[in-house]
């Protein structure tokens, strides 16, 4: 492998990270809401499918609007790094 296959393969590593580092907070509020409604629903004896739907759907929005001033910052840093490394290089 030669030198830009492995910047490449970094780089991509590290992209993988940041987005797997900024979808956790909504994907982790939303398996948590996810089982509270399931239990519910089974507690119940429901099978209404919106009733699963509508919760998860709001708390995505919900997580999404709380953390996005966090997203943002860190996308941001993410970015500012990425042009400073390439400006660094030949």
Request: aromatic share 6%; no cysteine; glycine share 4%.
């Amino acid at each position: 492998m030669n030198l830009t296959a492995d910047m490449l393969t970094l780089a991509a590593s590290h992209m993988l990270m940041q987005a797997l580092i900024l979808v956790t907070p909504p994907l982790v509020a939303v398996l948590l809401v996810g089982l509270a409604v399931s239990l519910f629903q089974v507690g119940m004896r429901m099978t209404d499918l919106t009733l699963g739907f509508v919760p998860r759907f709001a708390i995505i929005l919900l997580v999404t609007a709380l953390t996005l001033p966090w997203m943002g910052t860190r996308l941001s840093a993410y970015f500012v790094s990425n042009v400073a490394q390439a400006a660094d290089r030949p």
